[in-house]
């Protein structure tokens, strides 16, 4: 027989300890460093956890080693992934504030997180300030040998837990697995929806604005040439009519910003997740 995984309890070397308080995590001041003598170039970013208020300075290649590690752990639970690495245009400003803005919604996630939140690794990343201590930490995190199919040796159910038949496990499985590629065929379309709404909002909305615009300050030089006195409100509103259709095209073209972005800033992170769940699916069936 089968014990569905929902209701496990992961014991991982926390000593009893009550599940905390949800924190959180900012992710600021991203600033330029150098080592080697100025041979080599990197950025940092500041850290500040909610539960212990000390701030520590990461860099990319630290977010991306924890992620591996929490891959390697924890073989059934979709981590969400890191932005991608790139290789040229890295101390750019735009992309330095697009990579922060996505280490940011990563790290909302982790600290949302019951059992990834509390992970060692995770932890040691948040909280370690000393250089010697990392190193030493990040060799204990690297040794752990209940990974991969091990991780199923530390789970237990918790008393009154169901107990379901293999047949009943297929069964859940597949019903999850036909929902997680509907949703996938969802999300994928509407983040390409909205993506393609935002770029005619930038772009085409702002354009159009603008040209009506223009037409009116068009109209409106027409009637400066004529200097009577009862025209000098109609050449006033002429320009004011100009005006605001300016800024309403600029309206446009910042609106993404408080609304589409976020929602596909979202997205993304659910499409990650999403990616994750075959192989999950794969893990569990193998290990029924």
């Not at 073989?75 to 890191?82: F, G, L, Y």
């Not at 940011?104 to 932890?123: E, G, T, Y």
């Not at 604005?209 to 009862?230: C, H, M, N, T």
């Not at 509103?237 to 600029?250: H, K, L, Q, R, W």
Request: glycine share 6%; charged share 25%.
């Amino acid at each position: 027989m089968v014990t569905s995984c929902v209701w496990c309890t992961v014991h991982m070397g926390l000593s009893g300890r009550r599940t905390p308080t949800r924190s959180h995590c900012t992710i600021d001041e991203p600033t330029k460093q150098t080592k080697f003598k100025g041979m080599k170039s990197y950025i940092s970013y500041r850290l500040l956890p909610s539960h212990t208020n000390q701030q520590v300075h990461r860099r990319y290649k630290h977010f991306d080693w924890l992620y591996a590690r929490l891959l390697e752990k924890f073989p059934v639970i979709s981590v969400p992934r890191i932005p991608e690495k790139q290789a040229t245009g890295r101390f750019e400003e735009d992309f330095i504030s697009k990579r922060r803005k996505g280490l940011v919604w990563w790290m909302d996630h982790m600290c949302s997180h019951p059992i990834l939140s509390r992970c060692d690794a995770f932890q040691h990343f948040l909280t370690c300030t000393d250089e010697k201590a990392w190193k030493q930490g990040k060799r204990k995190c690297e040794k752990d040998e209940m990974v991969g199919a091990n991780f199923f040796l530390t789970l237990t159910t918790m008393p009154g837990s169901p107990v379901l038949e293999p047949q009943e496990v297929d069964g859940k499985l597949d019903a999850f697995k036909a929902f997680a590629k509907r949703m996938d065929e969802g999300v994928l379309l509407l983040n390409q929806t909205a993506g393609e709404f935002a770029r005619k909002q930038a772009s085409g909305f702002k354009k159009e604005y603008q040209k009506v615009g223009l037409a009116f300050k068009g109209l409106g030089q027409a009637f400066e040439i004529d200097q009577q006195p009862f025209s000098a409100g109609l050449n006033k509103a002429m320009s004011f009519t100009a005006d605001a259709y300016d800024v309403i095209g600029e309206m446009f073209a910042e609106q993404p910003r408080q609304d589409l972005d976020p929602i596909m800033d979202l997205l993304a992170v659910y499409q990650g997740h999403l990616a994750n769940f075959p192989d999950i699916i794969h893990v569990q069936r193998g290990n029924q």
